[in-house]
C-alpha cells in the first residue's frame, strides 16, 4: 500500500506557525531557521530556504517540477518566554520522529499561539522579586529592599497598563523609569530614615533592562546573522537609551 504524500501547504504553515512563535517568544534567528528547516525536511522531495530577522520570516519550499511556495511572515509582537520556545522545539522534536501527526501538529501550535504562559500575578511577582533582589545586590540595604517592593509593585502594574496600549516600547520604557525613579526619590525624602535612592533606583530598573535582547543580538553576530543581531543590538541599544533617559527625567523632576 502507497503511503499518502503529506501536503505541503500544511507542512509549510506548520513550520511558519511555529517559527513565528519561537521569534515572538525570544529566541535567536539561527534556532528558527533550524527549527523550519527540520520540519520542512518531512516534506519528501523537496528543499527548502528561509530568511528570519526580528520582524519576519521568509519561508520557500522547492519541490520538483512544481512552482515554488513561498510565505511571508511579519512579527509584530516580541516577549521573552523561554518556557513557550521549550514547548515548541518539543513539538518539532517529536513531530520529526513521527511521535505526533501534522494534525495534531497544527493544533497544538494553534493552543500554544493564544496561551497565556505567565499571568498577570505571576509576572508581577517577578518584577518586584527582581527589583528588591537587585537593589541588596548592588550595596543597598534590607530597608531600601524594602521600599523597592513597593516600587517594583508600582511598576509591575504600570507595565501590565501599557500592555494595553499603543504606545511604543521605547516611550513606555522611558515612562517606566522615570516614575520609579520620581518614587525612589519621594521615599528618600519623604522618611527620615537612612534610604539610599541610587540603589532603590538601580534595583527598580532593572526589569526594563534589554539583557536578553542583548544576548540574543551577540550569539545572532557569532553565528554570522549580522542582520538580525544588528537589528536585535539596535533594540538593545534604544532601550538602554530610553532607560536611561527616564532615570535622566526622573532625577531631575525629583
Known sequence: MKTKKPDGYQIMDIAVKAGAIMLENGAETYRVEDTIHHILKLYPNSESSSLVIATGI?????????????????????????????????????????????????????????????????????????????????????????????????????????????????????????????????????????????????GSIMPLLPGMIFTNAIRDILYGDYTAGLARMTEAVLVAAAVALGVGIGIFVG
Not at 501538529?105 to 493552543?111: G, P, R, S, W
Request: a positive charge; one cysteine or more; glycine letters at 4%.
Open 58 to 202: 521568509i519561508v520557500t519550499l522547492y519541490e520538483k517540477e512544481k512552482q515554488p511556495l513561498t510565505v511571508v511572515k511579519r512579527i509584530r509582537r516580541r516577549n521573552v518566554n523561554l518556557n513557550m520556545i521549550y514547548k515548541v522545539n518539543n513539538l518539532s522534536r517529536r513531530l520529526c520522529a513521527k511521535e505526533m501527526t501534522l494534525n495534531e501538529a497544527e493544533q497544538q501550535l494553534k493552543f500554544l499561539h493564544f496561551e497565556k504562559q505567565y499571568g498577570a500575578v505571576l509576572n508581577a511577582v517577578g518584577v518586584i522579586g527582581v527589583s528588591s533582589s537587585f537593589t541588596i545586590l548592588v550595596g543597598g540595604t534590607l530597608l531600601d529592599a524594602v521600599f523597592t517592593l513597593f516600587i517594583g509593585c508600582f511598576l509591575a502594574a504600570l507595565l501590565a497598563v501599557f500592555q494595553t496600549t499603543k504606545i511604543t516600547k521605547f516611550f513606555r520604557t522611558m515612562l517606566s523609569a522615570t516614575m520609579v525613579t520620581i518614587m525612589a526619590r519621594i521615599f528618600a525624602d519623604l522618611f527620615p530614615i537612612n534610604l539610599h535612592d541610587d540603589q532603590m533606583i538601580i
